[in-house]
């Protein structure tokens, strides 16, 4: 064992420059062409409007949107403008191959945690069809999350993706940020994530920061539903509604990103390690949501 422990470490500092100078050359040039500009969703209040005697801390309604109805064109639209949209009543048999994806959690493993599968270029059959055709991205990853943890920190992921996420088992609440306020935040650097630093990611009581801009998107997602949203972009916060959910997040290629998460991401050690340690080491892991580095949804 301790061999093996000894090879894995001495893998992963090989890997790990490789993949950060990978990441690097990725996304800096994505930085370079918004020249440090984050893009806006229309129809919302500015950024300034607080400035201006406008209230802060509205709370937006999101679009709900049945799968019969659904059009591509409608569905790619709300991915151009960074807007987040429920899609419910999808399918349920495209859903099937997840099971493949929902390994057993090995005994002895904390119950009050957040349990991760991940899996790089996973094959999904009908669903990836599903998703390619209507909202016209491929999947490039996607992460199992269940576990009978409370929330975790507000926070944009690393690396461009937009995220279908769909909820297999239970309920959340969730909060997500118009990408024009991110200059109104004070954020932390994660290694896989920048992070609202006021937030509390055990907590609702704790969001008094949304009050500090013009509004926010907040809702409830369960059993069956899609959430379609851009990730890389929006500050977003999840808390258990329910015990114990289970969630599939599918991450879908792009390139539309804020300049602040792109900006953590080049020359990034630590994210480049933990993202190593993905592809080397896919098995599930533990993570505790009160990490000031902060968490995933």
């Not at 992921?157 to 959340?172: A, C, E």
């Not at 994530?193 to 801009?213: A, C, H, M, R, Y």
Request: some cysteine; aromatic content about 12%.
């Amino acid at each position: 064992m301790g061999l093996k422990n000894a090879v894995g470490d001495l893998l992963h500092m090989i890997v790990s420059p490789f993949v950060m100078a990978g990441l690097t050359m990725l996304e800096l040039p994505l930085l370079l062409l918004t020249f440090g500009m984050e893009s806006s969703i229309s129809g919302l209040p500015p950024a300034t409007s607080m400035k201006e005697g406008g209230k802060g801390g509205q709370q937006f309604k999101i679009d709900v949107i049945q799968a019969d109805d659904l059009k591509p064109e409608t569905l790619r639209k709300y991915v151009k403008n960074s807007e987040p949209v429920i899609i419910k009543n999808c399918p349920s048999k495209m859903f099937d191959t997840l099971t493949n994806y929902a390994p057993e959690i090995p005994k002895g493993t904390p119950t009050d945690k957040l349990l991760i599968d991940q899996f790089t270029l996973p094959s999904l059959g009908a669903l990836s069809t599903w998703i390619k055709e209507y909202v016209g991205k491929p999947v490039v990853y996607m992460a199992r999350f269940s576990g009978g943890y409370k929330g975790g920190y507000a926070h944009i992921d690393s690396f461009p993706s937009y995220n279908f996420y769909y909820v297999r088992r239970g309920k959340k609440k969730v909060y997500i940020v118009p990408r024009q306020y991110n200059s109104l935040i004070n954020f932390g650097s994660g290694y896989d994530s920048i992070f609202v630093k006021e937030d509390d990611p055990n907590s609702q009581g704790k969001l008094k920061w949304l009050e500090t801009i013009p509004g926010y998107w907040t809702f409830e997602v369960e059993k069956g539903d899609v959430l379609l949203f851009n990730n890389s972009a929006c500050i977003h916060k999840f808390m258990n509604v329910t015990h114990n959910p289970e969630i599939f997040t599918m991450r879908l290629a792009s390139r539309d990103a804020s300049p602040l998460t792109l900006w953590n991401d080049c020359f990034n050690w630590t994210g480049a390690k933990y993202f190593t340690s993905i592809f080397l080491n896919p098995k599930t892991s533990v993570r505790d949501t009160a990490s000031i580095e902060g968490t995933p949804t």
